[in-house]
């Protein structure tokens, strides 16, 4: 038998043959043949070439539009799944701070979050960070830098996030077991009288975190006509349906004044403020209720909590609305809802 | 508190309910996942869906890992499935855009290697899906042939194969072009068999 190889035998093993994994003899007779071959010779300098040209080493990096988008939809899926299954597992959901998450938002910032491998990453809109999750309800705060919203805009810039889409295909039954999970989570808070501790050096909170079991009921009811949630019957699927709060407005006003003349000494920590002020949305939101995002920014010029709610209209639809709530980052008070249709939910 | 950590060890992190160790994860993997997607896909739009899907869904399946690969070769798998899936949900074709004025400026080792690399880049956008995948798990990514195998759940020797016919559309793309002398679109195919005809 010859050692001698065909041609068309060597120019179609060259591939191969540059991985170096043919037996000893093969290869022998492949080297062979190419010593008196140019067009083997060429082949074999264009396969080497062509690996090298898609050596790829480190990977190509992930634009940070996409780390953003990403990073949320994962703590998204956290905030959903993660929180309710570690409590169905039976471990006790803490009204206690977590510490990294006080630590970001407590004016450490930047710095903090990276130590503590938190996202930390740039959004598109004014500069953003994801720094983590509120207390233990899993909804994933993202604090913004110079974000300013106002009743104009604030429906266009926050009631589209891709973060929403993941949840547009929810079943009702997935999302009514869901809300259900966060409203016992919230009277289990209520109840316990942790937070109350925990927001000590504000002489209102007690107020501020019973604000889901009654008064607050009445405050927001008049937020959107009567009717939280009501269906936008004039409005067309994609446009916001915007309601101000008249009666609100003048409390706010008032408070807002009696606040400049007499400022409270200790603001409440972030995470007790996340709880109180998601307590008061929830009373305000008749349908299902999943909260998927809370932002701390400014809206109309003052400090804000921004909290974004998907539930259904009606309350036995799939999910299909993104509410925007407004709520004054001093006393959770409701100062503004907008609500958008969630896209492709139709 | 993670720099030192395994993937293993973060994966298991995860599963205990630790909070920060997917993020972790997503970390040291994202850019691997995306080049993965990229690659497989040929363009920005395509691959950003790909990779989110991926991560999604190894959040999701996490627990269904079992630890008898590495964690990057199971997230490999993962993702060349999203990629895979995506690619055969939406019907436009891959593409890579060649600069027309590469040739031109194609002068030296560099730049050379730079032409290279956005020629094969291009070609590797008209090879066949299989085919496409497979080199992109060998060469772009650098997995070894049973790690390939292992994330297209295809026989190692099936992989190879396809690894080495798109390497050799791939040269012959390129040949076509420092012969040719001109970039058209069609480089990757010209008058050498395209990867239709395989």
Request: charged share 20%.
């Given at each position: 038998?010859?050692?001698?190889?065909?041609?068309?035998?060597?120019?179609?093993?060259?591939?191969?043959?540059?991985?170096?994994?043919?037996?000893?003899?093969?290869?022998?007779?492949?080297?062979?043949?190419?010593?008196?071959?140019?067009?083997?010779?060429?082949?074999?300098?264009?396969?080497?070439?062509?690996?090298?040209?898609?050596?790829?080493?480190?990977?190509?990096?992930?634009?940070?539009?996409?780390?953003?988008?990403?990073?949320?939809?994962?703590?998204?899926?956290?905030?959903?799944?993660?929180?309710?299954a570690r409590r169905r597992a039976g471990s006790r959901l803490r009204w206690a701070p977590r510490r990294r998450w006080v630590l970001a938002l407590g004016g450490l910032g930047v710095a903090v979050a990276l130590a503590l491998g938190l996202v930390l990453v740039r959004a598109p809109r004014p500069e953003t960070s994801t720094v983590g999750e509120a207390g233990g309800f899993g909804v994933p705060v993202v604090r913004s830098e110079g974000a300013e919203y106002t009743r104009a805009n604030i429906a266009q810039s926050l009631g589209s996030l891709p973060l929403f889409d993941s949840f547009a295909g929810m079943k009702p039954a997935e999302a009514r077991r869901r809300s259900q999970?966060?409203?016992?989570?919230?009277?289990?808070?209520?109840?316990?009288?942790?937070?109350?501790?925990?927001?000590?050096?504000?002489?209102?909170?007690?107020?501020?975190?019973?604000?889901?079991?009654?008064?607050?009921?009445?405050?927001?009811?008049?937020?959107?006509?009567?009717?939280?949630?009501?269906?936008?019957?004039?409005?067309?699927?994609?446009s916001p349906v915007a309601t101000a709060p008249s009666t609100r407005a003048t409390d706010q006003t008032s408070k807002a004044a009696g606040a400049a003349s007499s400022p409270s000494p200790t603001r409440a920590a972030p995470e007790v403020l996340a709880a109180a002020c998601l307590a008061q949305v929830r009373s305000g939101v008749p349908g299902p209720f999943l909260p998927v995002y809370l932002e701390f920014a400014r809206f109309e010029g003052r400090p804000a909590l921004i909290y974004a709610v998907l539930t259904s209209v009606?309350?036995?639809?799939?999910?299909?609305?993104v509410q925007i709530w407004v709520l004054s980052e001093d006393a959770c008070d409701v100062v503004y809802m907008a609500q958008v249709q969630l896209r492709s939910s139709t | 508190m993670n720099q030192v950590a395994s993937d293993e060890t973060l994966v298991r992190e995860h599963l205990s309910g630790q909070a920060g160790a997917f993020e972790e994860l997503f970390r040291r993997h994202r850019n691997r996942v995306y080049s993965l997607c990229y690659h497989v896909l040929g363009n920005p739009e395509d691959a950003a869906d790909a990779a989110q899907d991926?991560?999604?869904?190894?959040?999701?399946?996490?627990?269904?890992?079992?630890?008898?690969?590495?964690?990057?070769?199971?997230?490999?798998?993962?993702?060349?499935?999203?990629?895979?899936?995506?690619?055969?949900?939406?019907?436009?074709?891959?593409?890579?855009?060649?600069?027309?004025?590469?040739?031109?400026?194609?002068?030296?080792?560099?730049?050379?290697?730079?032409?290279?690399?956005l020629v094969v880049a291009h070609a590797l956008a008209g090879l066949p899906l299989e085919f496409r995948a497979a080199v992109v798990l060998r060469d772009v990514q650098a997995l070894s042939y049973e790690e390939a195998a292992a994330a297209l759940d295809t026989?190692?020797?099936?992989?190879?194969?396809?690894?080495?016919?798109?390497?050799?559309?791939?040269?012959?793309?390129?040949?076509?072009?420092?012969?040719?002398?001109?970039?058209?679109?069609?480089?990757?195919?010209g008058n050498s068999p395209t990867p239709k005809d395989i």
């Open positions: 038998m010859s050692d001698a190889v065909e041609h068309e035998t060597a120019f179609g093993r060259l591939a191969a043959f540059l991985d170096g994994d043919l037996p000893a003899k093969e290869k022998a007779a492949i080297m062979a043949h190419i010593e008196t071959c140019g067009a083997c010779r060429t082949r074999l300098s264009s396969l080497s070439e062509t690996v090298a040209g898609l050596s790829s080493p480190g990977g190509m990096p992930m634009p940070e539009a996409l780390q953003v988008r990403i990073s949320n939809l994962l703590a998204a899926e956290r905030a959903t799944s993660g929180a309710m999970e966060f409203s016992s989570l919230l009277a289990e808070r209520a109840g316990t009288g942790e937070g109350q501790a925990l927001s000590a050096p504000r002489a209102d909170s007690s107020s501020i975190l019973a604000g889901g079991e009654g008064t607050t009921a009445t405050q927001t009811a008049p937020l959107v006509g009567g009717t939280p949630g009501a269906e936008p019957a004039a409005s067309p699927a994609a009606p309350a036995s639809s799939p999910l299909n609305r | 991926a991560f999604l869904s190894a959040y999701r399946s996490l627990g269904g890992f079992k630890g008898k690969a590495a964690f990057s070769t199971w997230l490999h798998r993962v993702a060349v499935n999203a990629a895979l899936d995506l690619a055969r949900r939406r019907s436009h074709t891959a593409t890579v855009p060649l600069d027309p004025k590469l040739h031109a400026d194609s002068t030296g080792d560099h730049a050379r290697a730079t032409e290279t690399a026989p190692v020797g099936t992989v190879k194969s396809r690894v080495h016919r798109g390497r050799a559309m791939l040269a012959e793309a390129l040949e076509e072009f420092r012969s040719g002398g001109r970039i058209t679109p069609s480089a990757a195919g």
